[in-house]
C-alpha cells in the first residue's frame, strides 16, 4: 500500500513545488515507484516536469469531478520509477462544481485509492490556500509535509494550518499525521536564517527534518528546463538537499511501517501549539493561532 504524502502551506512561494517535484523526484532515483499529483491550477509541478500545461492530456480536474478514472490520467515521466498526474488552469472550477456535493472533500481520496497499490509514494502538491483543492488533498493523505521559508514571518499562517489539519484530523481523515516540517531557502550567510530554524525547532521539535534546503539558484532554474534539479544539475546542492531529504523521508517510513501502532497515534512529542507571539520573531497575534 502506497504512502500518500501532501505538501501544504497555503503561503505562496515557500517551496511547495519545488519540494513536491523534487523529492518525488529524488524517491523514484532511489528506485521507488512515485506518482506526483498536481492539484495547483497553476500547474507549476506539470511543468516542472516537463509537461506542457496547456496541452489536452486529463487532469486532475476530470480526475476530481469524477468524469474519469485517475489511472487513465497517469503520464509517465523521463525518469524511470516516477509519474505525474497533471493539472490544468481549468482545475479552479473543480472547486466551484464540487461546493455543493456532500462528500466535496473526498474526492481526491476516493480517486487516488486503486492507485495505492501501483505506487509506493504518492506526493501531492497543493495550491496556496486551504480552500477544496488542499482540504481533499488532506483528507486523501497519510501524511503532511509543510516547508517553511527561512524568512522573517516564517511562523505567520502556521498556526491557521495546524487548525486545519486538526479539523481535518477530526472530521475527515483521522489517520493524517504530521509527515515533518521542511525548512526552505536556508541563506548561512544570514544569522537570521539560523533564528529562525531554532524558533521553528522550538515549536515543532522533532517533527522539524534534520534535513534543510539551501537556497539554490540552480532549484530556481530546473522547472524552466522542465527538469528535477536532479537531472539539471547532479551536482548542486539542490540535488544533494533533496537527495538527502528523500533519505531521511524513506527511513522515517521505513520506522515507522515496523512500528505500525505508533505511527497514527498522537506522540508525546508532537508540535506545540503555536502562542501569539513568540520571543524573538514578531508576529502579528491574529495572524497565528
Ligand atoms: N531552495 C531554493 N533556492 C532557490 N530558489 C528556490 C528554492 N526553493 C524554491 N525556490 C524558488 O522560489 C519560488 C517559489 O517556490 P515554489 O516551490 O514555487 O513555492 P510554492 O509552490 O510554495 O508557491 C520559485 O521561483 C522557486 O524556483
Ligand atoms: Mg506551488
Known amino acids: 500500500m502506497g504512502k500518500i504524502i501532501a505538501i501544504a502551506n497555503q503561503k505562496g512561494g515557500v517551496g511547495k513545488t519545488t519540494t513536491a517535484v523534487n523529492l518525488a523526484a529524488s524517491i523514484a532515483a532511489a528506485e521507488h ?4 499529483v498536481d492539484t495547483d491550477p497553476q500547474a507549476n509541478a506539470t511543468s516542472g516536469l516537463g509537461f506542457d500545461s496547456k496541452s489536452q492530456h ?18 509517465t ?14 482545475l479552479v472550477g473543480a472547486e466551484i462544481e464540487m461546493v455543493n456535493e456532500p462528500d466535496r472533500e473526498q474526492h481526491m481520496r476516493t480517486a ?7 505506487f509506493e509514494y504518492i506526493i ?18 497519510d501524511s503532511v509535509l509543510i516547508p517553511v521559508q527561512c524568512e522573517y514571518y516564517a511562523l505567520e499562517g502556521l498556526g491557521k494550518l495546524l487548525n486545519t489539519i486538526n479539523i481535518v484530523k477530526k ?10 516540517v521542511l525548512m526552505t531557502m536556508y541563506d548561512s550567510r544570514l544569522r537570521l536564517s539560523n533564528q529562525i530554524v531554532e524558533e521553528v525547532k522550538k515549536y515543532f521539535q522533532e517533527k522539524v527534518f534534520s534535513t534543510i534546503i539551501a537556497r539554490n539558484v540552480r532549484l530556481s532554474e530546473a522547472p524552466s528546463f522542465g527538469k528535477p534539479i536532479l537531472l539539471y544539475d547532479a551536482l548542486s546542492s539542490g540535488t544533494r538537499n533533496y537527495m538527502e531529504l528523500a533519505r531521511e523521508v524513506l527511513q522515517r517510513n521505513k520506522q515507522s511501517s515496523s512500528e ?11 508540535p506545540q501549539p ?9 508576529s502579528e497575534s491574529g495572524k497565528i493561532a
Open 260 to 270: 505500525p501502532t505508533t505511527r497514527h497515534t498522537s506522540s508525546p512529542n508532537a
Open 124 to 141: 501531492i502538491d497543493c495550491p496556496p490556500s486551504l480552500g477544496l483543492l488542499t482540504l481533499n488533498a488532506l483528507t486523501a493523505a
Open 33 to 36: 515507484s512515485t506518482l506526483l
Open 171 to 180: 472530521n475527515l481523515n483521522p489517520q493524517l499525521d504530521i509527515e515533518g
Open 77 to 90: 515521466s523521463s525518469m524511470p520509477f516516477l509519474s505525474l498526474i497533471p493539472s490544468h488552469i481549468n
Open 112 to 118: 487516488l485509492s486503486p492507485l495505492r497499490s501501483s
Open 274 to 282: 503555536i502562542p501569539p507571539s513568540t520571543p524573538t520573531l514578531p
Open 58 to 75: 486529463k487532469t486532475t480536474y476530470e480526475v476530481l469531478i469524477g468524469s474519469i478514472s485517475a489511472t487513465e490520467t497517469v503520464l
